[in-house]
């Protein structure tokens, strides 16, 4: 990656952000932490989710790095649908080589923001939560492809193999990427960005920090998707499907 930019972001954040508190930062602010430190093994198997996806050979991104937070949305009704579709699972669960490539993200976000780290919204998730996200969407077939995927069409992140991904800094305070997470309009759209900014609809330091979000999730091998900054895919669906298990 360019050093010139990262030096830019760097001087950018540190004296022209002012990045904007989320109820996440305040529920559950994240210690300062010592990355010296070595991992500690975290306990298994707290909710029948956590078991299937054991079973099914995922790994705990947190015996990575417990420096990366995790806070899924759906295990809580702070999510569009206002439902709890996880009942208990709170650890993100990955295939080894997904896991692995998160983890180097957090390598590369660290390098350059030593006070940052990741944030997992979602990521593992059965084929039957999607099914029941889809059936719990009240609104006609047309709209809801914009919000979920059908059932009858997998989605990457059945296969553990796509995260919806933010920052945090030093005190567990989400930047400010314009939108929340699971805001479905075009502020949210990374394809809309550049209208945005020049009409103000999105802020510069939000436009910085959803850039430098992009930076780090691809160069760790990951892709971003046009309508949700949040959403990064780790291959293509027929990869996914001939190289990892589909959680039902």
Known sequence: MNKLFYIFLIVFVQFGCQPKEDVISLQNPVPAKDTNTPNKPLPRDSSLYEKQFVKAGLVNIRDFDTNIRVVLLYNTEKNFIGKNFYNGLDQCY???AVAT???NAQKHLKAAFPFYNLIVFDATRPWHVQKMMWDSL???PIFKYNYVARPDQY?????GAAVDIG???ENGVLLDMGTP???F?????PKFEADNLANGSLSKIAYCNRILLRKTMMKAGFYPISSEWW??????KVYAAENFSLIP
């Open 94 to 96: 990955l295939p080894c």
């Open 101 to 103: 490539k998160l983890n």
């Open 138 to 140: 009240k609104m006609a």
């Open 155 to 159: 989605s990457l992140h059945n296969y």
């Open 167 to 169: 920052i945090i800094n």
């Open 181 to 183: 997470f699971d805001f």
């Open 185 to 189: 309009g075009e502020l949210a759209h």
């Open 231 to 236: 959403h990064f895919n780790a291959c293509n």
